[in-house]
């Protein structure tokens, strides 16, 4: 157990539908990130908050977004949702900034199918 | 859940011998290195990194070598173990923080 949580870990939806996921980090850990991992692309940086500042973005799409609360955990936002966005979409977390040799724990990741 | 795509390629050990997995990184720019395990179902999870400064770094039973001139990484695993099946990822990093990830290489142990 890695120590970082997300929620759900399944999410079936339809095209055109919008959701929510949610990533608790380590306790301790400033900085989020998500990724997205589906069969045709392997696992892709979407973006990164440190302390609940966007840090860094990756291949993430317009009709993706993201933020970090106070409480420090995470959301990603999904809209518009198309069959192509069914992945895995992992969270993880750190103590310090991306760029550190620190290390990046990953949740369980959340499965979304869109039918 | 399955972790990566269909056509990775697959390195197959004895249990005991030594695991060499290789990866090519795209942009000599990166100045930081990681590798992941990932076990079916799970996340990925991290073993080791390396800066660009280094040429080798050491873990516990895990080695990870960088070659600049060739843009080259490897990873070795000391006296594999049925726990070490995974599929195994590099990723590079950027000034601009952002992780790129190589396509990953399935490891099978044979007991």
């Known amino acids: 157990d890695s120590g970082v949580t997300q929620t759900p870990k399944h999410l079936i939806t339809a095209t055109g539908q919008r959701v929510t996921l949610r990533c608790s980090p380590r306790s301790g850990d400033l900085s989020v990130y998500w990724y997205q991992q589906s069969l045709d692309q392997g696992l892709q940086f979407l973006i990164q908050y440190y302390n609940g500042e966007e840090r860094a973005k990756g291949n993430i799409l317009e009709r993706f977004s993201a933020q970090q609360f106070p409480d420090l955990h995470s959301e990603l936002n999904l809209s518009s949702l198309e069959l192509g966005d069914s992945a895995l979409y992992f969270c993880?977390?750190?103590?310090?900034?991306?760029?550190?040799?620190?290390?990046?724990?990953f949740g369980p990741g959340t499965r979304l199918t869109v039918l | 859940g399955e972790s990566v795509g269909l056509h990775l390629p697959t390195l197959s050990v004895q249990e005991g011998d030594n695991s060499i997995i290789n990866c090519a990184y795209s942009?000599?720019?990166?100045?930081?290195f990681i590798w992941y395990k990932q076990e079916s179902g799970k996340g990925p999870q991290f073993i080791i990194d390396?800066?660009?400064?280094?040429d080798k770094r050491q873990g516990q039973r895990v080695t990870v070598l960088l070659n600049k001139t060739v843009k080259h990484l490897s990873l070795q695993i000391a006296a594999t173990q049925p726990g070490d099946s995974a599929v195994y990822f590099c990723?590079?990093?950027?000034?601009?923080?952002?992780?790129?990830f190589g396509s990953g290489t399935r490891l099978l142990v044979r007991p």
């Open positions: 993880a977390s750190s103590v310090l900034p991306a760029g550190e040799l620190d290390e990046q724990f």
């Open positions: 990723a590079e990093m950027e000034s601009s923080y952002k992780l790129i």
């Open positions: 390396i800066r660009s400064n280094m």
């Open positions: 942009n000599s720019a990166s100045d930081y």
